[in-house]
């Protein structure tokens, strides 16, 4: 029980130590956030328009927690998965909540069987769970965006052919949009005031966000910068484009819709099954918890029911 009292009071150390974390970059300036925003884009690659020196100064006035973070390669993909989920959140916050959570889990779930294979599958799988939840707002706001991206583009070549500028259509779109398009390019628009190319800034965009479209419509603007044409025309055949793209996507779900709902069924059936042998008949289970065998073979069907969730999560999934 001492174990067990550790590390809940470890988990809760976390959750407040990360609770304050939050509150502070809540109430952080302008200038703070855009000097985030300047470390994160000077890491990112050296084509996005900032010149070596003042690289090199950003580098020398990055924290070190942050510069032995950025050395990591997966903590590297997760501070891009965070910013592409749209979360505003640092990513020693996230990772403070996902250990609190984990530690939390584990004491509960040792509390329970008092078994340690079952304590570390448990961690396992909350490191998971955070994992995929990080990922599902991540396809969540890409899936958004795309929606407004037709309308996003409409907007821009009236613009243009009202006689507006580029510049001036993607001002438009930083104001009269909804996010998370709002905000993408009103971070475009305040990166071409501060002496960047508007293309590069529209390149930038594609580095916050993982849209397959968006970096059609960047190729665009590029090759129109380049060797001229009719943008606003070149914009309108995108737009519909995507929009027939994103027509054939719902009619695919809806063709998907029975193989996603039996892959969900089959998923939580045997969690729920578990769950229920547990409160109706307390001790029913013991052997798979308590035992090594059973250990084994609770392990290994759970490893089962992770293999054949991803078959079909596979099958039904057709990319258009």
């Known amino acids: 029980m001492a174990g067990v009292i550790l590390l809940v009071f470890s988990a809760v150390f976390l959750a407040v130590y990360a609770a304050c974390n939050a509150y502070m ?3 952080e300036s302008s200038s703070a956030i855009l000097k985030r925003r300047l470390h994160r884009m000077a890491h990112e690659s050296s084509d996005n328009g900032i010149p070596d020196h003042v690289r090199v100064e950003i580098f020398k006035q990055t924290p070190l927690l942050e510069r032995l973070f950025i050395r990591i390669p997966m903590l590297r993909n997760l501070e891009r998965m965070l910013d592409h989920a749209g979360l505003k959140m640092a990513l020693n916050t996230f990772l403070l909540i996902t250990l609190a959570v984990t ?6 779930a040792y509390a329970i069987t008092v078994s340690y294979p079952v304590a570390a599958l448990s961690a396992v799988i909350a490191v998971l769970a955070a994992l995929i939840w990080l990922r599902a707002m991540k396809t969540r706001r890409v899936d958004k965006f795309t929606e407004q991206l037709p309308d996003v583009l409409n907007m821009i070549s009236r613009s ?19 996010d998370p398009a709002k905000e993408l390019f009103k971070t475009a628009y305040e990166q071409q005031k501060l002496g960047l190319r508007i293309t590069d800034c529209l390149a930038n965009i594609v580095n916050r ?6 970096r059609f419509f960047t190729t665009a603007v590029t090759i129109n910068s380049e060797v001229g044409g009719n943008l606003a025309e070149i914009l309108d055949k995108l737009a519909e484009t995507i929009r027939e793209r994103l027509k054939i996507r719902r009619q695919v779900r809806v063709y998907t819709a029975h193989g996603r709902l039996s892959g969900y069924v089959l998923g939580t059936l045997p969690i729920f099954a578990f769950i229920l042998l547990q409160v109706m008949m307390p001790g029913y ?3 798979l918890l308590k035992e090594r065998d059973g ?3 609770l392990g290994t069907a759970i490893a089962a029911q ?3 969730f991803i078959v079909i999560k596979k099958i039904i999934t057709i990319r258009i």
């Not at 530690?103 to 509960?108: E, M, P, R």
């Not at 243009?160 to 909804?178: I, M």
């Open 25 to 27: 970059a809540s109430q």
């Open 103 to 108: 530690l939390s889990v584990v004491a509960a």
């Open 160 to 178: 243009l052919r009202a006689g507006h500028s580029l510049t001036n259509a993607v001002e438009l779109v930083g104001q009269e949009s909804a």
């Open 209 to 214: 966000i993982d849209c397959i479209d968006l």
């Open 285 to 287: 289970t013991d052997v």
């Open 295 to 297: 250990n084994f073979m």
């Open 306 to 308: 992770i293999l054949g």
